[in-house]
């Protein structure tokens, strides 16, 4: 019991640090299309997942956490803490060849994983077990709002006047993920809390009309709700009857991956506080509240959603998979703007190439080398009726280390992506991504004394 109240003790204060760096670390970011629903959605992709086109359904990896498919972590081998960060540089650009171009960044996540028995445990007492249970916690953002966008229209009745529209803000959720294997067959629950706070406002402005009064509207929403969502992992060994063990860089397999939820419940509460407003000559300002509403309380629905992914894996050398996703976003409803918002779907491929895990002489050698690339429709339908997509490439590098006789690996990837193409607005961006994960073998460790 010891053990376990001290695990529960890092939990707790490993999840309030990251509470309040993930909540000071909020990315300023300016893409319009964050505007509609509750923002873009970022993923529970962790870097080492990420660096390979995002491949989640499907993903094993004994040494890192993939809350994607929570049926992977009854894979893991040794308790794992992941901290994951970003930096982005990012150019909007628009038809008439006008761009403006940002860098922003965030801590990414934060994640707290052990397998429920000991592996060191079952060599020393030369067990072999058939049942394997792993879980973990996990906070990170899973929505971001960040917009400041303007037009400016012309009408014949008033003349030239200007439309603003700001946003800031996200949603943010809290997990607790668990996995349980079977010999070949695993299974994986997540259930997690969402919330967080998004502000929208609309400024109109009329320029050409003298003693004319601009229009502030500005709504204030926090979002709160339940989440889960299941998967399950198959393995299929290729050559295992021919004396390899999974150890073996000869040993190859297939796994498939299948991971979703259904629709679940979201709860708004809004303030909402409109404004007509005058500047004089001198300097005074006359200011009239059209709309105050206090602690408007209203449910939604947040999308469904389904994923399936295969993947070849031979030894710790070689791996190839691919990775299908779809949500439907239809059928959101919430207290936002959700006009035109469409299902979506995400395609992506990735792998990595590790050249030999065991050499002491070449240390690139013992390096996974990731690679991938992805295809995704964004939620958003623009005005023509044009869909958005997001596409790009992703390298990376897992690099292992020891300290204290424990390997652990740094991940250090780069994503170039293009969202928009050939639409009103076009972004175009270089994500550099950078995780630390910290492996220890020793936790629910059995001491033996004499």
């Keep these: 019991m010891i053990y376990l109240r001290t695990i529960i003790n890092k939990v707790i204060l490993l999840l309030f640090l990251g509470w309040t760096s993930i909540a000071s670390a909020q990315p300023q970011d300016n893409s319009p299309y964050s505007r509609f629903g509750i923002g873009d959605i970022l993923g529970s992709e962790f870097n080492a997942s990420l660096h390979m086109g995002g491949l989640g359904a499907s993903f094993i990896d004994p040494y890192t956490i993939n809350i994607v498919n929570p049926a992977s972590l009854s894979y893991l081998r040794t308790a794992s803490f992941d901290m994951g960060i970003h930096a ?3 150019t909007l650009s628009d038809r008439e060849n006008s761009s403006i171009s940002d860098w922003n960044g965030s801590l990414d996540y934060l994640s707290l994983a052990f397998p429920l028995q000991n592996v060191l445990n079952d060599i020393l007492d030369r067990k072999q077990r058939d049942i394997n249970l792993g879980m973990a916690f996990s906070l990170m953002p899973y929505s971001n709002v960040g917009y400041n966008v303007s037009s400016y229209l012309y009408n014949e009745d008033f003349g030239n006047y200007e439309l603003n529209y700001q946003g800031n803000g996200g949603s943010y959720q809290f997990l607790w993920s668990n996995g349980i294997r079977y010999k070949d067959f695993a299974f994986g629950l997540n259930l997690g809390y969402l919330f967080g706070k998004i502000t929208n406002s609309t400024i109109i402005d009329f320029p050409d009309i003298n003693n004319a009064f601009a229009s502030f509207l500005d709504r204030s929403t926090n979002l709160s709700g339940l989440t889960w969502n299941a998967g399950v992992l198959y393995t299929l060994h290729l050559n295992k009857g021919a004396g390899q063990d999974e150890s073996s860089d000869n040993h190859q397999k297939l796994i498939f991956g299948l991971y979703g939820k259904s629709s679940t419940t979201l709860n708004y509460e809004s303030n909402i506080f409109e404004t007509s407003s005058l500047r004089l000559l001198d300097g005074g300002l006359i200011r009239d509240t059209l709309t105050d509403i206090r602690g408007e309380k209203v449910s939604g629905k947040m999308p469904s959603e389904l994923g399936l992914g295969i993947s070849y894996v031979k030894g710790s050398k070689f791996s190839l998979g691919f990775n299908y996703e779809q949500r439907d976003w239809t059928k959101f409803e919430g207290d936002f703007v959700k006009n035109n918002l469409k299902d979506t779907y995400s395609l992506s491929f990735g792998g990595f190439y590790r050249p030999n895990y065991k050499s002491i002489s ?7 080398y990731r690679f991938g690339g992805f295809y995704r429709k964004v939620p958003v339908e623009i005005a023509s009726g044009e869909d958005i997509k997001d596409y790009g490439i ?9 300290y204290q006789r424990k390997i652990s690996h740094a991940n250090l990837g780069l994503i170039l992506g293009w969202r928009g193409m050939n639409t009103a ?5 270089i994500r550099l991504s950078f995780s630390f994960t910290f492996n220890d073998d020793e936790w629910f460790i059995k001491r033996k004394y004499n």
């Design 88 to 90: 982005e540089y990012s």
């Design 362 to 368: 070449n240390y690139f050698s013992r390096v996974f």
């Design 394 to 402: 992703s390298f990376g590098l897992g690099m292992p280390f020891f």
């Design 425 to 429: 607005i076009e972004e175009k961006y």
